[in-house]
């Protein structure tokens, strides 16, 4: 069965300091990474996806991914309050898969 | 960019009844979209693929009499559950793949169904 394992959280961060999400993948086949924020009682927004092995950086944010050690992870520089919310890592599949499997999500809180 | 709306935001109804839920791409065909259903504090856990002019899949688990899935044009998919039960209430969100061959999703702002 595949899996996206995330830490749940609280994590809390100072504002400003720079914080750091992980997130493990039990299906080595898998080709596609997201993160998405998910805030109280909503839907989730697309953040950033990467597909290949390094960084990938977009404004405050920087994805990394190692497929060798099924290992993704999302930076966030300069947080803000605004930035508190729940962060889903998503991953699909090779070989034709569709949907996404997400995580259960880490609850990041940005303290003023 | 890309939109996709999702009616009704939210619903309470009585124990054996009906629920439908329409999800659409406003601006864009999307001939895949995605149901999945969240419970408080848990993940997304997909529940099915729907596929336009032909039959949803559906994931291990997820009972397809009961979550009956319509997807009748390029722009519209509806998810109906069928004699809701108390342990359906959860937030259920729709999404879509945006173009052809991408891999990200646009998630509609989700229906919270509640039945008592």
């Known amino acids: 069965q595949k899996e996206v394992e995330q830490n749940s959280g609280p994590l809390s961060v100072p504002e400003g300091a720079i914080a750091s999400l992980n997130c493990t993948y039990s299906?080595?086949?898998?080709?596609?990474f997201f993160w998405y924020r998910q805030y109280s009682g909503k839907s989730p927004e697309l953040i950033m996806f990467i597909y290949s092995n390094g960084d990938k950086e977009d404004g405050r944010f920087t994805a990394q991914l190692n497929k060798a050690s099924q290992y993704v992870s999302l930076l966030i520089r300069d947080p803000q309050p605004s930035d508190s919310a729940t962060y889903l890592c998503a991953v699909r599949a090779g070989g034709g898969a569709d949907g996404l499997t997400f995580g259960k999500g880490t609850h990041l809180i940005i303290q003023p | 960019g890309a939109v996709v709306s999702q009616h009704p935001s939210w619903v309470i109804c009585k124990s054996g009844t009906s629920v439908k839920i329409e999800c659409r791409s406003l601006d864009f065909q999307a001939t895949t979209m995605f149901w999945y259903r969240q419970f408080p504090k848990q993940s997304l856990m997909l529940m099915a693929t729907?596929?336009?002019?032909?039959?949803?899949?559906?994931e291990q688990g997820v009972e397809k009499d009961k979550f009956l899935i319509n997807h009748a044009s390029l722009t519209l998919s509806t998810l109906t559950v069928t004699s809701a039960h108390p342990e359906d209430s959860s937030f259920y969100i729709c999404?879509?793949?945006?173009?052809?061959?991408?891999?990200?999703?646009?998630f509609g702002a989700g229906s919270r169904l509640t039945v008592l």
């Open positions: 999404s879509a793949r945006v173009g052809q061959g991408t891999n990200v999703l646009t």
């Open positions: 729907s596929n336009e002019g032909s039959k949803a899949t559906y």
């Open positions: 299906d080595r086949g898998s080709q596609s």
